[in-house]
């Protein structure tokens, strides 16, 4: 197949698969896709520790056995906010929804003396509209300074998945914003999860309730409280899991005092990567060695999916999310474009290289020259042999057409056959002539004793077999006989023609020489003429070659020395 073709071909398949996986991906139909692709790359970086500056008091199954039934009155609320505060906590972000009275002012009030203190944080999911300023919390938390009370819900991602979180929600800070002092314009950002469930460091509701916890769990740290028991359903899935709410704001807390660790590439690296990972496979298929384009096009498409991943996952244990969908869709499309192109067009042009050269050359050199993708341009030294039947054209005149073709035919088999039993070449029909080449275009180092061989195996085998069926089919009772002309020298050797037709040639002045040869057979009784090049390169004459003499060849400043036979 020509460069050009296979460029084109690469080209129009990368350009394709660009634009399709461009196209879903502005469609926005990769979303859950990237979105798993994150999850994933969190399953693989592992744990990272327990955050160092956040703890959870959780509200798990042992509270209610030792505190009774759910919801616990206020005051016990009360009593933990102020055992933390003792204990040196930096603050107390208590992620309980306090939506309603309690129906126990006393309880309520104890609640709201507790959370006076401005290290504390309560959370809230309902969000009450009062007027045209900022949404203001439900009425239980309006004794709470409004400053200190944050949205306690977080997004919902892709699949029911929560990633994310924002600053703040209808004008009201979120919670996680508020126990870290992050900002609350800030946007939706993703959540660096630490580890799976439990990672951050959790102390039992109950034991800060009866004050028997140690205080150097909590000291100068953020404080999340609120509930982890799987009944309180407040329990959501993470990319790593199963998580409660409390621990799940506390990643995020931490998220916000490490400074956002996880940075969003954005577009223009994606569309760098699809475009860089489109051409992948197509551009494999472009040099002829090694492998073949099939092969190539395999490989780099495995190649560029691994890259992609370990890619992507360093980038992440970085900081850095680089999108991988698009870019991944983009590689499995070229790659199988590249791959159903290149197995088309590969096919097709093995059948061409196939047909042009089987009728010249042996399978084996077809084969070779098959998976050589046709023949490069190249000089090579090879042994030239032209052959010219005698007194045809005097027979032809006497025959009918179809004989004519029988008897052409016949010849030509004869002629091609001892070519091809020698390793050589066909290049081309020349009327009763035929040019023929050893040692191109695949190399053969004893090209010159093939030829010889070849052109015995012609005049003293295929020749008497050749008159003997002329004569048994009746078609003459005269005796042909043929010309041969051999020379050794350098030839250009290639494959020449258009995408349509392709054949073989073996241009050169060794092949000039070689046709002057068999010139001298017309007015000589000899029928093999080669030249002293030829002799030399076999080893010196044998099987019954001498000397003829020198003969001047137009165009040449010194005589060819000549042996006959």
């Not at 809230?124 to 300023?133: C, E, F, H, L, S």
């Not at 474009?337 to 290289?353: C, D, F, K, Q």
């Not at 250009?492 to 037709?501: A, K, P, T």
Request: contains cysteine.
């Amino acid at each position: 197949m020509l460069a050009g073709s296979r460029v084109a071909r690469a080209v129009v398949v990368g350009v394709l698969a660009a634009a399709i996986a461009g196209g879903i991906w502005a469609a926005g139909w990769l979303e859950r896709p990237e979105s798993n692709l994150v999850d994933a790359r969190f399953k693989v970086r592992g744990d990272q520790g327990s955050p160092p500056e956040v703890v959870v008091v959780g509200i798990d199954e042992n509270a209610f056995a030792h505190l009774g039934q759910w919801p616990f009155p206020r005051r016990f609320h009360a009593r933990v906010i102020r055992n933390l505060l003792a204990a040196g906590a930096a603050k107390v972000v208590y992620d309980v929804q306090f939506s309603e009275p309690s129906g126990s002012r006393r309880s309520d009030q104890a609640l709201l003396d507790a959370a006076q203190d401005p290290r504390v944080i309560l959370g809230t999911a309902d969000i009450v509209r009062a007027g045209p300023g900022r949404p203001a919390a439900p009425d239980i938390l309006a004794g709470v300074d409004r400053d200190r009370v944050g949205y306690a819900n977080l997004p919902l991602s892709s699949g029911g998945v929560m990633r994310t979180f924002t600053g703040s929600k209808d004008g009201v800070p979120s919670l996680a914003s508020l126990g870290a002092g992050g900002d609350p314009e800030q946007g939706e950002r993703e959540i660096d999860f630490a580890g799976g469930i439990g990672t951050v460091t959790t102390i039992p509701f109950h034991r800060v309730f009866f004050d028997r916890f140690s205080e150097r769990r909590v000291k100068d740290r953020i404080v999340v409280v609120g509930a982890t028991a799987p009944t309180l359903q407040d329990v959501h899935t993470t990319p790593l899991g199963s998580m409660s709410g409390p621990e799940i704001n506390a990643n995020a807390i931490q998220t916000i005092l490490d400074g956002y660790p996880l940075q969003d590439t954005g577009v223009a690296v994606g569309i760098l990567l699809l475009l860089a990972a489109a051409f992948a496979a197509p551009l494999a298929t472009l040099p002829k060695r090694p492998l073949g384009p099939l092969a190539r096009a395999l490989i780099a498409g495995a190649a560029g999916f691994a890259m992609l991943l370990a890619g992507a996952q360093l980038a992440f244990d970085g900081g850095w999310i680089v999108p991988l969908a698009a870019p991944l869709l983009a590689l499995v499309l070229g790659t199988l474009g590249a791959v159903a192109a290149t197995y088309a067009t590969e096919v097709r042009a093995r059948h061409r290289v196939r047909a042009a050269f089987a009728r010249f050359v042996p399978p084996a050199v077809v084969d070779e020259i098959v998976e050589r993708d046709g023949i490069p341009p190249r000089r090579v030294e090879a042994t030239v042999m032209f052959c010219d039947l005698r007194g045809f054209t005097a027979l032809a005149e006497g025959l009918q057409p179809d004989q004519v073709i029988e008897v052409l035919n016949r010849y030509l088999g004869l002629v091609s056959g001892a070519v091809f039993d020698h390793g050589g070449t066909v290049v081309s029909y020349q009327g009763d002539g035929v040019m023929s080449v050893f040692g191109a275009p695949i190399e053969q180092p004893d090209h010159a004793a093939r030829a010889l061989a070849a052109a015995r195996q012609i005049a003293r085998d295929g020749l008497p077999r050749f008159n003997r069926w002329l004569h048994d089919r009746g078609l003459t009772d005269r005796t042909l006989d043929v010309g041969i002309g051999v020379n050794t020298g350098a030839v250009m050797s290639g494959s020449v023609g258009s995408e349509r037709r392709l054949e073989y040639a073996a241009v050169g002045d060794a092949t000039n020489v070689a046709a002057r040869l068999q010139a001298l057979s017309r007015d000589a009784p000899e029928r093999i003429f080669v030249a002293s090049t030829t002799v030399d390169q076999a080893g010196g004459p044998a099987d019954g070659l001498r000397r003829f003499g020198e003969i001047e060849l137009r165009g040449r400043s010194e005589p060819v020395v000549v042996y006959a036979a």
